[in-house]
């Protein structure tokens, strides 16, 4: 969601920027992190506390509101054939 505001500077300053937004939904970082305690598994609070899925966050739509064109690709292809457009 940090993201979200140096979009519209983007648009705002007519940058020549390429963005990549990896959405995982989820606070991958604190899975390691409680990896690394040893404190074993989640609970289901815990475990919640760390999906940021719900509601999963339309970061096209969200970027286009910015005034930034924006596409999305869910492979390694689609990924290639949408960086070649501009």
Do not use: C
């Not at 648009?11 to 409680?34: F, G, P």
């Not at 289901?44 to 719900?54: C, E, F, L």
């Amino acid at each position: 969601m940090y993201t979200l505001q140096s979009l519209w500077t983007m648009a705002r300053e007519r940058l020549d920027v390429v963005s990549v937004i990896l959405a995982n939904r989820r606070y991958r970082i604190l899975d390691i992190e409680m990896q690394r305690t040893g404190a074993g598994a989640m609970g289901p609070m815990a475990n919640d506390m760390v999906d940021i899925s719900r509601p999963d966050l339309d970061w096209v739509k969200m970027s286009e509101g910015m005034g930034v064109a924006a596409t999305r690709a869910t492979t390694a292809d689609e990924f290639v054939a949408h960086s070649g457009r501009r």
